[in-house]
């Protein structure tokens, strides 16, 4: 009779560490993709400029840029953006994020349409806040567009990437439709190669 209790017992117990085993990975997951949330590096950036796989293409190709990351954050395909300082800066990332997309379109860019595909900079402290502001008064002031920026600028939250086969779309897929009619443009329009 003990061992039949202490099987339910060690039953009941397996149970609950496996219930709270997402709720480890979600905090180790954080860990790992958003570390100005836990006092790590300050050389992150997040950014969405609609679809991800563009976004991801442009920044992979940036001069000090060390990993793009696909994702969601807020509700928005995002990408995260780890760069060594010493050879870029957080100010170049904002200009090639402003270049890489319309910021004057509301929820959405070219074909892509839906809140998930806003314009939106998602800023990790608050010197990066500082610099998007500035950025974005700047790209206002310029007159280069005739409608108001739409981009938001708000606080980092907790950063999920997306599942495998969206990393590196571009240069695993070169022939995919969307990539030829979509991504291979834009890479053309800012001088960058062909994934």
């Not at 760069?83 to 994020?97: M, V």
Request: hydrophobic letters at 35%; aromatic letters at 12%; charged letters at 20%.
């Amino acid at each position: 009779m003990s061992k039949v209790c202490c099987s339910r017992s060690a039953k009941r117990k397996f149970k609950s560490l496996f219930l709270l085993l997402p709720h480890y990975l979600i905090f180790i997951l954080g860990m790992t993709f958003c570390p100005q949330m836990y006092g790590g590096q300050t050389n992150v950036a997040y950014f969405a400029g609609g679809c991800f796989w563009c976004t991801e293409a442009v920044f992979q190709q940036a001069p000090g840029v060390t990993s793009v990351v696909s994702g969601y954050m807020r509700n928005a395909e995002t990408i995260q953006v780890t760069f060594d300082s010493t050879r870029t800066t957080y100010d170049k990332l904002l200009n090639l994020f402003w270049r890489s997309h319309n910021p004057t379109e509301v929820d959405r860019q070219g074909p892509d349409i839906g809140k998930r595909y806003r314009s939106a900079i998602f800023y990790a402290d608050e010197q990066q806040r500082q610099a998007a502001e500035k950025s974005k008064a700047q790209l206002e002031k310029s007159g280069a567009y005739s409608k108001p920026v739409a981009t938001e600028i708000t606080r980092a939250a907790s950063f999920r990437p997306a599942p495998e086969n969206h990393q590196n779309f571009c240069r695993r897929n070169p022939n995919n439709p969307y990539v030829r009619e979509v991504v291979v443009p834009k890479l053309q329009k800012l001088g960058l190669k062909r994934p």
